[in-house]
């Protein structure tokens, strides 16, 4: 049961029983006096005291709240700058431009490819942009305006990364090719597949994290929006953070959305790069070697939030 | 020593363990490093980045360690799909 604060709904009536205002001695006050010690303060002193003594507490747990902030803030500036000189030098060991550039020149306009063997066909190519404009079209006219709409009921945390909520055509064409290819899906059921062709990201401070993580997802489900899939990534090595796929259920389009402190964030961000390029496939398994270190590198700094790591997976049964 | 091999069958919204959508195997190389593999369409092993995805953050599928016994099922049921051929 929470604290009596001032302004509460239940806070006791001045004929409540507990009052001191009953100083005429009769009923169980007076029972009670010469047991304990006498409350001589008006309603107004108790209540203005009691105001006096929740300000002082809730402003000791604000500082040590910020100040563990900013401790974890400064260490990982410190371990970042240790981060980017490794990426620095890994570049310096396998240099971006060396890389070979994938020759196109005998495709069929139209088509798509990705490296040597993943190709999309003009017919399937042209099939998954439609899907992708459709898509394109639900996210402008109804999915980012409701998350907008959610966004707008905390001003303690903000959606981040808002310009890159649509992924990008190569990328979603990669996951498509893999679909088809390995999975037997035709093109437009690859598309409805992808959980992340519309993506949204919360970022809050760590002391408010998990119970901001809960209250948006009652937000999202609260605009009608369907928790498909919830996993918790906060225990694993190479990611830490939250990510959920949700159904609009009107259109039937999937989104994602992930839920980061700024670190966290951060730490996605810094290792993106290394991200694509493992899933590239083109590195040699030394390089992969080098690539996974670092990013487990990089989330083994990420401190987890209190409370994070015990929101439990969810998985919608088919 | 020899390569070790994992295999985990792919499970999407509308497959199960028992039915998954496909196979996948992350082969631990004996020179050092590893390699994932999916069964594909084309009846061969190809190289696929879907599992490393999963690790990172992607929600397409599950991934769900499994026997070699049911990976070579799970081939087996691709084959016979692919080629018309009943699987037993």
Redesign the interface.
Known sequence: MGADRPGDADMPPDDHPDRRNDRDGTGDQAARRDNDPAETRTRQEYYSQLRVTVSREQSAVARQTTAEERAAAEKWHETTAESRWIWTEYQRKWPPAERPVVDRSKDPPGSWRVDT?RVLGVADNSRVDAECDRIAKREEEKISPALRAIESQDPDRRLVGFEHRLKGHDRIKE?IY?R?????DSPEEAVS????TIRYTFQYRESRYTQGVWSDIERLKGEGFEL??L?N?WS?D??R?I???WIEPDSGQRL?V?FHTRISYEAKQLTHTA?ER????QA???E??VLEAF?KKVAADVPVPPGAADIPDY?KE? | MADEITYYAIVDDLSSREQPAGVLRRIYLEAGGRRDEAFSQDLVWERTAMLVSAERGDLDNEFIEITEDEANQIVERIRARVTGASST
């Open positions: 063997n996951k893999d088809i290819k390995l999975l037997n597949h992808v959980s992340d498909h899939k996993k990534y694993d190479q990611y953070g990510n959920s796929a994602e992930q991200y493992t899933r590239g496939k040699d398994a030394f992969e070697l990013q998985r088919a």
